[in-house]
Every structure is written in structure tokens, then in C-alpha cells.
């Protein structure tokens, strides 16, 4: 059984950093893209960043610059550095594993970026 398990979330100020990463268990991580999705209140789940098992990446607009996602496929991890975080990067942090018609998502942790 596949399982993910984000952790690294928290209660920063603006322009503080956070990484994020996302352990899977029951298969292997680089058979899988691995991607970043968050959610704020009230508002859609959006993609926020992906890495193909290539390597390859892609970011929403609003964070180009200022996150970087990465993986470790010794460690079967996918991280998701956050750089000059802002208040509106505030929501609850997704992480996926797709393959095909098979995808899987984490439980969730909280990033809230406040002054």
C-alpha cells in the first residue's frame, strides 16, 4: 500500500524559509512524478510545483523564483524548498505521487505565513 507523509510545515514571518518534504512508503519514488498542491480557505487545490522522474520540473507562476522542489530517490523524498515566503502563500501543503492513472496524495501539513 502506498503512503505519503509530508512534514516540515509551520508558523513563519514573511521573507523566513521552509522546506517541506514528502517520504513515501510501499513502492519507490522514482517510478513516480511528485508534486506539490496546496490549498488556502475557501479557495481551489492548485498546483504549486512538479518534478517528472526525469528530473524535469515545473512551477506555478507565483512561486517561480522564490521555491524549488527537489527529490531524493535513495531517500524516497520529495522536498519543496520555500524561499522569501509570503502571507498569501499561507494553506495546507499537498504532496501527490502520479504514475499513469495512479496517483496518490499525503494527508496534508499547514504552512501560515504571518507577521
Known amino acids: 500500500q502506498v503512503q505519503l507523509v509530508e512534514s516540515g510545515g509551520g508558523l513563519v514571518q514573511p521573507g523566513e524559509s521552509l522546506r517541506l518534504s514528502c517520504v513515501l512508503s510501499?513502492?519507490?519514488?522514482?517510478?513516480?512524478?511528485g508534486g506539490w498542491y496546496r490549498q488556502a480557505p475557501g479557495k481551489q487545490r492548485e498546483l504549486v510545483a512538479r518534478?517528472?522522474?526525469?528530473?524535469?520540473?515545473n512551477y506555478a507562476d507565483s512561486v517561480k523564483g522564490r521555491f524549488t522542489i527537489s527529490r531524493d530517490n535513495a531517500k524516497n523524498t520529495v522536498y519543496l524548498q520555500m524561499d522569501s515566503l509570503k502571507v498569501e502563500d499561507t494553506a495546507v501543503y499537498y504532496c501527490?505521487?502520479?504514475?499513469?492513472?495512479?496517483?496518490?496524495w499525503g494527508q496534508g501539513t499547514q504552512v501560515t505565513v504571518s507577521s
Open positions: 518534478i517528472t522522474t526525469g528530473g524535469s520540473t
Open positions: 501527490k505521487a502520479d504514475r499513469g492513472f495512479r496517483n496518490y
Open positions: 510501499g513502492s519507490i519514488f522514482s517510478i513516480y512524478a
